[in-house]
């Protein structure tokens, strides 16, 4: 049971122009969603989150949008950079569950 | 200086074998966890640890047990390990952000385990 889903297993994207990642949600008792992001080799690390009462959160380049009667959310980057190239994973939580629930993720990468 | 650091970052062993992979946070933070990355590149909750308790454990099997010495430390020891084992083990720890609200995880590099 799948509660976070990124459909788009990877996305290409050309530097300076916007990347759009999606996600979809089936748990309507998420309070809190978040993106992080991953390098290879690395731990995923955060980048952005938004609470469930909005729609709209911005931290410089990176926007996430949430609608909730659609349960889906998205994560605008622009202008894209080559350091972007990642895979960002979208996760949700419900709080005091002390717990994220992830979704497979997206590979995003950035071409010159 | 390392915030979340887990070693060994990669491990193969032999099917049946034993063997652990230790966590250390120096964030000061009272929740630690294990996820798992499995071959579908899910990342999945295994347990969570709250002031050395737990209390989470997804249905992960008994042939895994997390050990928390002190609330700095969760250790992952896996019994009898099977090839579906094999996945990229993250440890984790979190504190809740006032400002924010949510709970922000920082992740350790990862431990990829190869069951041969």
């Known amino acids: 049971d799948q509660q976070v889903k990124q459909n788009s297993p990877s996305l290409s994207v050309q530097e300076g122009r916007i990347s759009i990642l999606n996600c979809d949600y089936t748990?309507?008792?998420?309070?809190?969603f978040l993106w992080y992001k991953k390098y290879p080799a690395e731990g995923p690390t955060f980048l952005i989150s938004i609470s469930s009462i909005k729609d709209k959160n911005e931290d410089g380049r990176f926007t996430v949008f949430l609608n909730k009667s659609a349960k889906h959310l998205s994560l605008h980057i622009v202008p894209s950079q080559p350091g972007d190239s990642a895979v960002y994973f979208c996760?949700?939580?419900?709080?005091?569950?002390?717990?994220?629930?992830f979704g497979q993720g997206t590979r995003l990468t950035i071409n010159p | 200086d390392t915030a979340v650091s887990q070693t060994p970052k990669y491990l193969v062993t032999q099917m049946g074998n034993d063997k652990s992979i230790k966590c250390e946070q120096n964030l000061g933070h009272d929740t630690m966890y294990w996820y798992k990355q499995d071959s579908k590149k899910f990342l999945k909750i295994m347990f969570s640890y709250n002031n050395k308790e737990l209390i989470i454990n997804e249905t992960v099997p008994n042939r895994f047990s997390p050990k928390s010495p002190d609330k700095a430390h969760l250790n992952l020891h896996i019994n009898s390990l099977e090839l579906g084992d094999s996945a990229v083990y993250f440890c984790a720890s979190s504190q809740r952000d006032i400002a924010l609200g949510n709970t922000e995880a920082f992740f350790g590099q990862g431990t990829r385990l190869t069951v041969v």
């Open positions: 748990n309507s008792m998420f309070d809190y």
């Open positions: 996760a949700g939580e419900i709080q005091g569950a002390q717990k994220l629930v």
